[in-house]
């Protein structure tokens, strides 16, 4: 009897490991988007900045981090998006007075530093934010709609605001607390 309930107690084991490991997972999904996993996680969005960007940074810093020259000869007394060929697709990087300040998320597939992006709920912001988010209305989506603002104690100048419908993220921004507080972007 003994054997019997360690034969069972070995099958269900074996049923109920992992079919895939990770590398096959990680070749799965680039062969599904073409997108190298380490390439992929590159691109997280935090208070910091995204990827290899950091607010704070002037366009002609940003132009050798990004290997895209075009990026230095915006104009430097203006406020303006751009959309870099090395950004994700979704993202949008706000430059005012030639000075990266804030990037704008307006579609999946770009993830936070604790794994959230458009489309999650607002629950996973609060969870994963613990301590460190805040809820207000927000004023322009509706009711029942909330902008979640996320600090960080190691970075007071800097914050993340998710915009939701009330259940989830529709977009989300990131940068200098200035230039994320302006609600109508560039104005």
Known sequence: MLRLLLAVFGLMAVGCAPSKSPAEDSARFTGA?????PERNRWTVSTKGIGPLRFGMTTSVMAQALADT??????????????????????????????FVRVDVDSAGVLTD??????????SVLVRNSGRARIEPNKYNGPGAHNLIVTSPNDPGNLMIFETDGRSIQQYRAGTRAAVELVERCG
């Open 70 to 99: 075009s990026v230095a000869k915006v104009d430097a007394r203006s406020c303006r998006y751009l959309h870099p060929r090395n950004v994700p697709r979704g993202a949008s990087l706000m430059v005012s007075n030639g000075v």
């Open 33 to 37: 988007t073409g997108v190298l996993e």
């Open 114 to 123: 604790t794994f959230i992006g458009v489309g999650d709920s607002e629950v």
